[in-house]
């Protein structure tokens, strides 16, 4: 545990995956002096309060954001720049704001002309996360051997970022620093456009009219399941992604719909050699990542299986 909070007050708008996993960890660690959130519903709200893991649940973003020396917006990045003018004239001096979104372009646009000089932006991406959403989701551990990435726009206090770094890292998190332009683009061919081919396989198995519902389930091999797995993340959160990074998903999605097009003709051709190459590149990335430490190398993922009993 950390010898003394790096934040007296901190503030999370919004409590889901995120904002409940950061609340864990910061509680946890000793991170925070106080821990105050605050929920669009009232239900989720009451729920926090059940849980008992933030110091106070408040009823409005503006009583959230009051004295905190750290704001941390935890909500879909459609929702930022509103939020940002309701809480703009609530800020404390030298507090330092922040999000989660998984854009930073549009964060940057939409938030910071609302922002009063008198406070430090730095947008932040914690790469992590899984299918689950709500209050219940979160947990502790979820940043640990993850990268968070923080775009702090240009002239922004090193101070300050060196502050939120300090936060990220003594959850667990590796923690780089890049331009917003730069971590949409990396983050289009990583994260959103897996997504997008996620959504669009399942949606495709859906409607075709030779494979019933119950096909579909009961046959989804391991490829398909974990296709499923990630389709099933929230609506709303990558709703607002893919309108907020569209020019650089637009520009992966691009590239990808030419390489399927080389793949699809070296299929039709037989060219067996120029798929077996493909296949071998695409195998030694998944090597790197196992590598690296950024999943297990464990067959299937690591998951159990049951034991097969004798008759």
Known sequence: MSSAPHFQRVALIGFGLIGGSIARAAKLQGLAGEIVTTARSEKTRARVMELGIVDQVVATNA??????????LCIPVGACGPVALEI???????????????VKGAIVRDMAPHLPNTVHFV?????????HSGPDSGFAELFINRWCILTPPEGVDADATDRLRAFWAAMGAKVEVMTPDHHDLVLAITSHLPHLIAYTIVGTADELAQVTESEVIKFSAGGFRDFTRIAASDPTMW?????ANKDAVLEM?????????????A???GDGEALFDHFTRTRAIRRGIVEIGQDSAAADFGRQHGALRKP
């Open 267 to 269: 299929i039709r051709r």
């Open 239 to 243: 709703r607002d992604v893919f309108l």
């Open 63 to 72: 009583d959230a954001v009051k004295d905190a020396d750290l704001v941390i």
């Open 88 to 102: 703009a004239a609530h800020l404390k001096p030298g507090a330092i704001v922040s999000d989660v979104g998984s």
């Open 253 to 265: 999605l691009g590239t990808f719909t030419e390489d399927l097009s080389k793949l699809t003709r």
């Open 123 to 131: 947008p932040a991406h914690p790469v992590a996360g899984t299918e």
